[in-house]
Antibody, heavy 126, light 108 residues
Framework: QLQLQESGPGLVKPSETLSLTCTVS??????????WGWIRQPPGKGLEWIGT???????YYNPSLKTRVSMSVDTSKNQFSLRLNSVTAADTAFYYC??????????????????WGKGTAVTVSS | SSELTQDPAVSVALGQTARITCQGD??????ASWYQQKPGQAPVIVIY???NRPSGIPDRFSGSSSGNTASLTITGAQAEDEADYFC???????????FGGGTKLTVL
């Protein structure tokens, strides 16, 4: 059974870089059938898509975060990572990694996130 | 527009039918997926590709789509269905994903 586990510092200082890793177990991150995403949730608020990385290394980021975010994949470790620089208190959130699938049905396309990590809390504070 | 709009709150009597909607221009091209999130837990997918339920999701959960609106229906709502529900799709380019603001479902 596929499992995802986030790891990284729980406390980051303002203006510094937030770095998180998602370790995938029970399956290969290199599968061409799936993508890998990061999502965050500020306390008491909704979900925000941060970005998605394809096994090929192609990345797509939330336009509102695009200038500060980068994602990478390490197939040798079955991990993918998130870096968010110049953080502020507004980046305080629960961060989740997830496996993302894509398909087409008749004339419609669809995306879905079917496996999620348990999430990790990140606080930005001095 | 890349936004998805949900009603902040919906309430339903125990055993009755709850309907949660999600509106957005991109839903004319992309089917929504739906996630249930209970306090302190990670989201769980309940519907994808219009009306497909992952293994383990009760059949009281169903999805539909018409025009720019996707709907999640819970037929015979149970106390354990009380949770936040989020819709999710892509923007028109297909390269960016987006979540709705979420709907808090209360089962009375």
């Amino acid at each position: 059974q596929l499992q995802l586990q986030e790891s990284g510092p729980g406390l980051v200082k303002p203006s510094e870089t937030l770095s998180l890793t998602c370790t995938v177990s029970g399956g290969s991150i290199s599968s061409s059938s799936y993508y890998w995403g990061w999502i965050r949730q500020p306390p008491g608020k909704g979900l925000e898509w941060i970005g998605t990385i394809y096994p090929s290394g192609s990345t797509y980021y939330n336009p509102s975060l695009k200038t500060r975010v980068s994602m990478s994949v390490d197939t040798s470790k079955n991990q993918f990572s998130l870096r968010l620089n110049s953080v502020t208190a507004a980046d305080t959130a629960f961060y989740y990694c997830a496996r993302e699938g894509k398909g087409v049905f008749i004339t419609y396309y669809y995306y879905y996130m079917d496996v999620w990590g348990k999430g990790t809390a990140v606080t930005v504070s001095s | 527009s890349s936004e998805l709009t949900q009603d902040p709150a919906v309430s339903v009597a125990l055993g009755q039918t709850a309907r949660i909607t999600c509106q957005g221009d991109s839903l004319r091209t992309y089917y929504a997926s739906w996630y249930q999130q209970k306090p302190g837990q990670a989201p769980v997918i309940v519907i994808y590709a219009k009306n497909n339920r992952p293994s383990g999701i009760p059949d009281r959960f169903s999805g539909s789509s018409s025009g720019n609106t996707a709907s999640l229906t819970i037929t015979g709502a149970q106390a354990e269905d009380e949770a936040d529900y989020f819709c999710h799709s892509a923007d028109r380019s297909g390269n960016h994903r987006v979540f709705g603001g979420g709907t808090k479902l209360t089962v009375l």
